[in-house]
């Protein structure tokens, strides 16, 4: 069965930070870009960040919003992709989806999905 499965998300407060990872189950991704997108109750969904490959030495696009404070990293030994979350805010807490995607060149489009993970949850609360 083909999944990509996140973990990582959390309760955290204003300011603080939490990595989220996600890793593929069933298949090799090595073909696929990897981006993450996030959804709010309400709101649209928001591609946050995206990495060329996850074979090493990929390019990483990301939206204004998390621009400075998420960093996007993949590990090609032990095949998972990190999501570093600093300063996080109250307008991040989202549901956190990983996707594989068929192109990143920006942050990414929900169109360019393939994979799709069932999400890990974030809030930010004091």
């Known amino acids: 069965q083909v999944q990509l499965v996140e973990s990582g998300g959390g309760l955290v407060q204003p300011g603080g930070s939490l990595r989220l990872s996600c890793a593929p189950i069933?298949?090799?991704?090595?073909?696929?870009?990897v981006g993450w997108f996030r959804q709010a109750p309400g709101k649209a969904r928001e591609g946050v960040t995206c990495?060329?490959?996850?074979?090493?030495?990929?390019?990483?696009y990301y939206s204004d919003s998390v621009k400075g404070r998420f960093t996007l990293s993949s590990d090609s030994a032990k095949n998972f992709v990190s999501l570093q979350m600093t300063n996080l805010q109250f307008e991040d807490s989202a549901t956190y989806h990983c996707?594989?995607?068929?192109?990143?060149?920006?942050?990414?489009?929900?169109?360019?999905?393939?994979?799709w993970g069932k999400g890990t949850l974030v809030i930010v609360s004091p």
């Open positions: 069933g298949f090799n991704w090595d073909r696929y870009a």
């Open positions: 996707a594989t995607l068929r192109r990143c060149d920006g942050p990414p489009d929900e169109l360019d999905m393939d994979h």
């Open positions: 990495i060329t490959t996850t074979g090493g030495d990929g390019i990483t």
